[in-house]
Protein backbone atom coordinates (compact mmCIF):
# COMPACT_ATOMS: atom_id res chain seq x y z
CA UNK A 1 0.00 0.00 0.00
CA UNK A 2 0.70 3.32 -0.63
CA UNK A 3 0.67 6.35 1.64
CA UNK A 4 1.65 10.01 1.06
CA UNK A 5 2.22 12.07 3.72
CA UNK A 6 1.91 16.48 3.67
CA UNK A 7 2.82 17.90 7.09
CA UNK A 8 1.91 21.58 6.55
CA UNK A 9 -2.05 22.01 6.56
CA UNK A 10 -1.73 26.11 5.81
CA UNK A 11 1.34 28.27 3.94
CA UNK A 12 1.48 31.18 3.01
CA UNK A 13 4.07 33.58 0.84
CA UNK A 14 4.08 36.84 -0.35
CA UNK A 15 4.02 37.65 -4.12
CA UNK A 16 7.00 37.40 -5.84
CA UNK A 17 8.48 35.30 -3.33
CA UNK A 18 9.85 31.00 -3.52
CA UNK A 19 8.25 28.84 -0.99
CA UNK A 20 8.41 25.16 -0.52
CA UNK A 21 5.84 22.63 -0.32
CA UNK A 22 6.69 19.18 1.73
CA UNK A 23 5.33 15.76 0.97
CA UNK A 24 6.58 12.36 1.91
CA UNK A 25 5.31 8.95 1.28
CA UNK A 26 5.85 5.52 1.28
CA UNK A 27 5.78 2.29 -0.94
CA UNK A 28 7.16 -0.62 -1.90
CA UNK A 29 6.95 -0.24 -5.50
CA UNK A 30 9.57 -0.07 -8.04
CA UNK A 31 7.60 1.56 -10.65
CA UNK A 32 5.60 4.10 -9.23
CA UNK A 33 4.92 8.31 -10.46
CA UNK A 34 4.35 10.98 -8.23
CA UNK A 35 2.13 14.69 -8.96
CA UNK A 36 1.18 17.84 -7.61
CA UNK A 37 -2.24 18.80 -8.09
CA UNK A 38 -3.62 22.57 -7.33
CA UNK A 39 -7.16 23.11 -6.38
CA UNK A 40 -8.14 26.84 -6.61
CA UNK A 41 -11.66 27.60 -4.92
CA UNK A 42 -13.04 26.26 -8.42
CA UNK A 43 -12.62 22.73 -7.10
CA UNK A 44 -11.01 21.89 -10.21
CA UNK A 45 -7.80 19.64 -10.13
CA UNK A 46 -5.41 20.55 -12.48
CA UNK A 47 -1.78 18.53 -12.45
CA UNK A 48 1.01 20.62 -11.70
CA UNK A 49 3.56 18.38 -12.19
CA UNK A 50 4.79 14.70 -12.50
CA UNK A 51 7.71 12.81 -11.52
CA UNK A 52 8.35 9.99 -13.04
CA UNK A 53 10.48 7.26 -10.08
CA UNK A 54 12.96 5.96 -12.10
CA UNK A 55 14.33 9.66 -13.38
CA UNK A 56 16.63 10.77 -11.34
CA UNK A 57 16.31 14.58 -12.69
CA UNK A 58 13.73 16.78 -11.52
CA UNK A 59 11.04 17.32 -13.14
CA UNK A 60 10.23 21.74 -13.89
CA UNK A 61 7.30 23.14 -15.11
CA UNK A 62 8.08 26.81 -15.56
CA UNK A 63 7.90 28.79 -11.82
CA UNK A 64 7.47 25.40 -10.24
CA UNK A 65 9.78 22.70 -9.38
CA UNK A 66 10.03 19.61 -7.32
CA UNK A 67 12.96 17.88 -4.91
CA UNK A 68 13.08 14.69 -5.96
CA UNK A 69 14.79 12.47 -2.79
CA UNK A 70 14.19 9.22 -3.73
CA UNK A 71 16.17 7.54 -0.82
CA UNK A 72 13.93 9.52 1.69
CA UNK A 73 11.01 9.31 -0.06
CA UNK A 74 10.66 13.27 -0.22
CA UNK A 75 8.94 14.66 -3.39
CA UNK A 76 8.59 18.92 -2.15
CA UNK A 77 7.65 21.19 -4.95
CA UNK A 78 9.14 24.42 -4.72
CA UNK A 79 7.28 27.75 -6.38
CA UNK A 80 9.31 30.84 -7.74
CA UNK A 81 8.08 34.21 -8.11
CA UNK A 82 4.86 33.20 -6.49
CA UNK A 83 1.71 34.56 -8.23
CA UNK A 84 -1.86 35.38 -6.88
CA UNK A 85 -3.39 32.74 -8.56
CA UNK A 86 -1.30 30.41 -6.96
CA UNK A 87 -3.40 30.53 -4.10
CA UNK A 88 -5.10 27.12 -3.77
CA UNK A 89 -5.20 23.78 -2.01
CA UNK A 90 -2.01 21.55 -2.81
CA UNK A 91 -2.06 18.13 -3.00
CA UNK A 92 1.03 15.77 -3.30
CA UNK A 93 -0.16 11.87 -4.79
CA UNK A 94 1.48 8.69 -5.60
CA UNK A 95 0.71 6.04 -8.70
CA UNK A 96 1.40 2.92 -8.29
CA UNK A 97 1.42 -0.09 -10.67
CA UNK A 98 -2.13 -0.69 -9.07
CA UNK A 99 -3.13 2.17 -10.82
CA UNK A 100 -4.30 3.42 -6.94
CA UNK A 101 -3.26 6.88 -6.88
CA UNK A 102 -3.13 7.95 -2.85
CA UNK A 103 -3.46 11.51 -2.32
CA UNK A 104 -2.17 13.38 0.69
CA UNK A 105 -4.17 15.70 2.92
CA UNK A 106 -3.32 18.56 1.21
CA UNK A 107 -1.61 22.08 1.99
CA UNK A 108 -3.94 25.42 1.55
CA UNK A 109 -1.26 28.18 0.08
CA UNK A 110 -1.83 31.58 0.38
CA UNK A 111 -0.13 34.22 -1.73
CA UNK A 112 -0.44 37.61 -0.50
CA UNK A 113 -0.14 40.59 -2.09
CA UNK B 1 -10.09 19.14 -27.00
CA UNK B 2 -12.43 18.92 -24.19
CA UNK B 3 -11.92 18.07 -20.87
CA UNK B 4 -14.00 15.42 -18.92
CA UNK B 5 -17.24 17.03 -17.39
CA UNK B 6 -19.53 15.86 -14.55
CA UNK B 7 -23.08 16.57 -13.98
CA UNK B 8 -24.40 17.93 -12.10
CA UNK B 9 -22.57 20.79 -10.64
CA UNK B 10 -24.53 21.04 -7.32
CA UNK B 11 -26.67 18.27 -6.09
CA UNK B 12 -29.57 18.46 -3.01
CA UNK B 13 -31.14 15.65 -1.40
CA UNK B 14 -33.16 14.11 1.02
CA UNK B 15 -31.72 11.56 2.99
CA UNK B 16 -33.03 8.28 1.93
CA UNK B 17 -33.19 8.99 -1.80
CA UNK B 18 -31.16 8.09 -4.65
CA UNK B 19 -28.75 9.95 -6.62
CA UNK B 20 -26.75 9.31 -9.90
CA UNK B 21 -23.87 11.49 -10.52
CA UNK B 22 -22.09 11.38 -14.66
CA UNK B 23 -18.76 11.57 -15.61
CA UNK B 24 -18.09 12.33 -19.83
CA UNK B 25 -14.09 11.28 -19.69
CA UNK B 26 -11.60 12.82 -22.15
CA UNK B 27 -12.31 11.19 -25.80
CA UNK B 28 -9.89 8.40 -26.01
CA UNK B 29 -8.99 7.73 -22.34
CA UNK B 30 -9.91 3.90 -21.67
CA UNK B 31 -9.12 4.53 -17.44
CA UNK B 32 -11.82 6.48 -15.50
CA UNK B 33 -12.10 7.07 -12.07
CA UNK B 34 -14.31 7.84 -9.44
CA UNK B 35 -12.79 9.85 -5.86
CA UNK B 36 -14.36 11.35 -3.18
CA UNK B 37 -13.66 14.73 -1.32
CA UNK B 38 -15.12 15.83 2.27
CA UNK B 39 -14.87 18.74 3.39
CA UNK B 40 -11.55 20.09 3.57
CA UNK B 41 -10.04 17.08 3.08
CA UNK B 42 -7.86 14.97 0.50
CA UNK B 43 -9.28 12.62 -2.01
CA UNK B 44 -10.79 9.33 -1.14
CA UNK B 45 -10.57 6.96 -4.17
CA UNK B 46 -13.64 5.09 -5.32
CA UNK B 47 -13.31 3.11 -7.91
CA UNK B 48 -11.49 2.51 -11.03
CA UNK B 49 -12.50 1.28 -14.80
CA UNK B 50 -9.82 0.52 -16.88
CA UNK B 51 -11.10 -0.58 -20.71
CA UNK B 52 -13.25 -3.70 -20.53
CA UNK B 53 -11.60 -5.08 -17.66
CA UNK B 54 -13.58 -5.26 -14.56
CA UNK B 55 -13.45 -2.70 -12.56
CA UNK B 56 -11.45 -2.16 -9.33
CA UNK B 57 -14.31 -1.53 -6.67
CA UNK B 58 -12.17 -2.23 -3.45
CA UNK B 59 -12.50 1.71 -2.43
CA UNK B 60 -16.47 2.18 -2.62
CA UNK B 61 -17.29 2.50 1.45
CA UNK B 62 -20.42 0.57 1.07
CA UNK B 63 -22.93 -2.05 -1.19
CA UNK B 64 -24.98 1.48 -1.41
CA UNK B 65 -22.14 2.62 -3.65
CA UNK B 66 -22.06 1.39 -7.34
CA UNK B 67 -20.54 2.63 -10.81
CA UNK B 68 -21.09 1.64 -14.11
CA UNK B 69 -19.05 2.51 -17.43
CA UNK B 70 -21.02 2.27 -20.50
CA UNK B 71 -19.18 1.87 -23.67
CA UNK B 72 -16.35 2.14 -22.97
CA UNK B 73 -17.34 6.16 -22.25
CA UNK B 74 -19.52 7.89 -19.74
CA UNK B 75 -19.80 6.56 -16.29
CA UNK B 76 -22.52 6.91 -13.52
CA UNK B 77 -21.72 6.79 -10.05
CA UNK B 78 -25.13 6.15 -8.11
CA UNK B 79 -25.90 6.62 -4.39
CA UNK B 80 -28.33 4.18 -2.68
CA UNK B 81 -30.47 5.14 0.14
CA UNK B 82 -27.96 8.35 0.49
CA UNK B 83 -26.86 9.46 4.16
CA UNK B 84 -25.89 12.72 5.47
CA UNK B 85 -22.35 11.28 5.34
CA UNK B 86 -22.54 10.95 1.85
CA UNK B 87 -22.20 14.72 1.53
CA UNK B 88 -18.73 15.46 -0.41
CA UNK B 89 -17.56 16.20 -3.82
CA UNK B 90 -17.67 13.63 -5.64
CA UNK B 91 -14.43 13.61 -8.24
CA UNK B 92 -13.98 12.06 -11.85
CA UNK B 93 -11.07 11.32 -13.97
CA UNK B 94 -9.39 10.07 -17.04
CA UNK B 95 -5.78 8.83 -18.38
CA UNK B 96 -4.92 6.96 -21.56
CA UNK B 97 -3.94 3.66 -20.01
CA UNK B 98 -2.25 2.70 -16.67
CA UNK B 99 -0.40 4.99 -15.06
CA UNK B 100 -1.00 7.75 -16.95
CA UNK B 101 -2.07 11.18 -15.91
CA UNK B 102 -5.25 11.60 -14.29
CA UNK B 103 -6.85 14.21 -15.52
CA UNK B 104 -10.21 15.43 -13.44
CA UNK B 105 -13.56 16.94 -13.92
CA UNK B 106 -14.83 20.16 -12.11
CA UNK B 107 -16.85 17.71 -9.70
CA UNK B 108 -20.31 17.64 -8.69
CA UNK B 109 -21.12 18.74 -4.56
CA UNK B 110 -23.63 16.23 -3.07
CA UNK B 111 -25.48 17.80 -0.33
CA UNK B 112 -27.63 15.19 1.76
CA UNK B 113 -30.20 16.78 4.33
Known amino acids: AQTVTQSQPEMSVQEAETVTLSCTYD???????LFWYKQPPSRQMILVIRQEAYKQQNATENRFSVNFQKAAKSFSLKISDSQLGDTAMYFCASLGNNNDMRFGAGTRLTVKP | GAGVSQSPSNKVTEKGKDVELRCDPISGHTALYWYRQSLGQGLEFLIY????????KSGLPSDRFSAERTGGSVSTLTIQRTQQEDSAVYLC???????????FGPGTRLLVL
Open chain 1, 27 to 33: TSENNYY
Open chain 2, 93 to 103: ASSGGKQETQY
Open chain 2, 49 to 56: FQGNSAPD
